[in-house]
C-alpha cells in the first residue's frame, strides 16, 4: 500500500460503474432546525429550497415503475417539508423500506409532537444523528442545549418501541467525527455507544453507523479557514483501500435534489455534479422524469477527488462502514 501512495497522488478516483438501481435518496428540503458545523449540505433555519408538488408526483410514478426497494429521505430536515407524511405513506402502501435522516431534536420543535409516532405508526427506520455520547463535544458541534433535546428524542423512540428487541422498529445512531480524522472502527464504537447510553440515560438502539467527514461544503470551508484541508485530502489518499470499491453506495442509489435532478450520491448533488446519462442528447442535467425511461445498469459514476473519503480506511456510506 505505501509503495502505491505517490502514484495515488498524481490519479483521479477510479472509474466505477453503477449496477442495479436499488434505491432512491431524496434531499427534500435544505430547510433545518439546526446548523451543523459538519453540515456538507449547509443546510439551516433559513433555507427555503424544498422540492416541489411537480416532482414529487413524479416521484410517486418512479416509485410505481421501478423495482426501487428503499426510500431514504434527507435534508436539511426532511420532516419539515410540508409533504413529508404523504410521501411516507405513498412509499409504505407500495412496500417500500422507508429511512428517515433524522437529528432527533426535531422531534420536539414546535408542531411535530407527534413525528415521532406517526414515523413509529408507518414502520419508518430512523437513522439519527448523535456524533457523540458526550454532551459537551455533540453542543460544540451541532449547538448549544442540541444533546440534550436529543437524549430526550431517543427516550421518546424507545418508548414507542424503536430499537427495542422484537419491534420491527429500527432506530440506527449516525457519528461522524470531530475534525479532520476518519472514524474509528465502527464494532468497536458500537459497543462503546451501547454501553454508555444504556448506562447514563436508559437509551438502545440497533446498530451505529460511522461516516467520513466529507471535504466539501461548510466542512470544507472550515478545514480551509484552519488550513487543514490539504493535510485532511491527504490523509484520504493514504488511507485508501481498494477493496471498498465494490459495495460503495452510488452503485445502487440515486440521490434526488429538491428540483427533482438526479446525481450519483448526495456528495455530487452539493458538488452540482449530475448523474451522467449519454443518451440525454443536448442535455447534461437529467431528471426525475428521465428515471421514468431509462436504464443506469452500466452507466459510469461521475467521481472526483471528494471520493476518496468514501474509500478510505473502513470506508463510509449512508449505511456505515463498508467493510471491517
Not at 277 to 285: H, K, M, Q, S, Y
Amino acid at each position: 500500500m505505501h509503495a502505491m501512495l505517490p502514484l495515488l497522488d498524481k490519479l483521479a478516483f477510479p472509474a466505477i460503474r453503477r449496477g442495479q438501481l436499488q434505491a432512491l435518496q431524496i434531499n427534500l428540503t435544505y430547510r433545518c432546525n439546526q446548523r451543523c458545523l459538519h453540515c456538507h449540505v449547509n443546510a439551516g433555519p433559513t433555507r427555503t429550497e424544498a422540492m416541489t408538488d411537480e416532482s414529487l408526483a413524479l416521484l410517486h410514478q418512479v416509485i410505481d415503475a421501478h423495482s426501487v426497494q428503499t426510500l431514504d429521505l434527507t435534508g436539511g430536515a426532511p420532516e419539515m417539508h410540508p409533504r413529508f407524511r404523504a410521501l411516507v405513506e405513498h412509499a409504505r402502501r407500495e412496500g417500500l423500506r422507508v429511512i428517515d435522516r433524522c437529528n432527533l431534536t426535531i422531534l420536539s420543535e414546535p408542531g411535530y409532537e407527534d413525528l415521532a409516532q406517526f414515523l413509529a405508526d408507518q414502520g419508518v427506520e430512523i437513522s439519527a444523528s448523535l456524533p457523540c455520547y458526550s454532551r459537551d463535544n455533540v453542543d460544540k458541534q451541532r449547538g448549544d442545549g442540541v444533546f440534550d433535546a436529543s437524549i430526550r428524542g431517543l427516550q421518546q423512540l424507545n418508548a414507542l418501541g424503536y430499537g427495542q428487541p422484537g419491534s420491527g422498529l429500527i432506530l440506527n445512531l449516525v457519528f461522524n467525527p470531530q475534525g479532520p480524522s476518519l472514524p474509528p472502527p465502527q464494532a468497536a464504537l458500537e459497543a462503546d455507544y451501547k454501553h454508555r447510553l444504556a448506562e447514563d440515560f436508559g437509551i438502545v438502539f440497533n446498530h451505529l453507523l460511522t461516516i467520513t467527514n466529507q471535504p466539501i461544503a461548510r466542512f470544507g470551508s472550515t478545514l480551509v479557514s484552519k488550513g487543514q484541508f490539504n493535510g485532511y485530502m491527504q490523509l484520504l489518499r493514504d488511507s485508501y483501500r481498494p477493496e471498498n470499491l465494490e459495495p460503495l453506495m452510488c452503485r445502487s442509489l440515486v440521490s434526488v435534489d429538491w428540483q427533482g435532478y438526479l446525481y450519483d450520491c448526495d456528495f455530487n448533488q452539493m458538488l452540482d455534479l449530475p448523474l451522467q446519462l449519454p443518451e440525454l442528447i443536448g442535455r447534461d442535467r437529467p431528471h426525475l422524469r428521465d428515471l421514468l425511461g431509462a436504464s443506469l445498469d452500466g452507466k459510469p459514476i461521475v467521481t472526483r477527488d471528494h471520493c476518496f473519503a468514501c474509500t478510505a480506511g473502513q470506508g463510509s456510506s449512508c449505511a456505515g462502514a463498508l467493510i471491517e
